[in-house]
């Protein structure tokens, strides 16, 4: 993060990945610290017993989450449009992408703080409810569950967003996939050298973007169980949130 402020603050024009990687370390940073304030220790040393405590927490770790979500979408897509050629169609992006991922940075942060929204009503002090009509996610923050339908349709909003930019995601990598072996192929073609897989700069780059993207897509669908099933049966143990937690940083 200090690396990218340093950066914006040094040139007049950073470059639009800088903006994504600097937005990206931010949220990051913001949600391990509300991961860490969430957690049984801190939480009870800086007795966060009340309602807008609880409410300002959760709806930002939420925030957070989905942000990191959709900006990691964002930087994929990004690298599509850098790397695709000039004469494509999404080459003629490439002049415009620092206005574009501007705009988008903006959007993102607005349609995250919209759709967590609903959190600010539905969290409450866990010692303000009963325990029929809560769902604990901590020690002294709970979820309300009087209005189940709003929740399990609030649920299938988020899930909608998520699947979204999870998807686009994935098809801006296997369209960076697609270029870099055509790429190849055309390399070998015109050197007339068959080169080694273990040196070929773009099956190397192709391995690394298959395996993060498929790392980042398995634990988003881990989170997705564990939080759907949590949700259906109203049940939050200490060792599913825990596993929720570390799935969810890493």
Not at 43 to 52: A, M
Request: proline letters at 3%; hydrophobic letters at 50%; aromatic letters at 12%.
């Amino acid at each position: 993060l200090l690396s990218r402020i340093l950066t914006l603050f040094l040139d007049h024009r950073p470059k639009p990945h800088d903006l994504l990687t600097g937005n990206l370390a931010l949220v990051h940073m913001l949600m391990l610290l509300t991961m860490l304030f969430l957690s049984p220790g801190p939480f009870e040393s800086l007795r966060f017993q009340n309602d807008i405590k609880c409410k300002a927490l959760f709806y930002l770790s939420r925030v957070m989450r989905g942000l990191s979500i959709c900006t990691t979408c964002l930087l994929s897509m990004l690298q599509a449009v850098t790397i695709s050629p000039s004469s494509s169609w999404l080459g003629q992006f490439k002049q415009k992408s620092r206005g574009y991922t501007i705009h988008s940075l903006l959007f993102l942060w607005i349609l995250n703080l919209f759709f967590c929204s609903n959190l600010l009503f539905s969290t409450v002090a866990a010692s303000n409810v009963t325990q029929t009509q809560e769902l604990s996610i901590v020690k002294y923050c709970s979820l309300s569950s009087a209005s189940y339908l709003r929740w399990i349709l609030f649920f299938m909003v988020l899930q909608v967003r998520d699947v979204s930019f999870v998807g686009g995601m994935l098809l801006s990598s296997v369209y960076m996939v697609t270029l870099l072996f055509r790429h190849q192929r055309r390399s070998q073609h015109l050197h007339n050298v068959s080169l080694s897989p273990s040196i070929c700069p773009e099956k190397r780059a192709t391995q690394i973007i298959l395996l993060l993207v498929s790392f980042f897509v398995v634990m988003y669908w881990v989170d997705l169980v564990i939080s759907f099933c949590s949700i259906v049966l109203l049940a939050y143990g200490p060792v599913v949130l825990g596993v929720q937690r570390l799935v969810v940083n890493v």
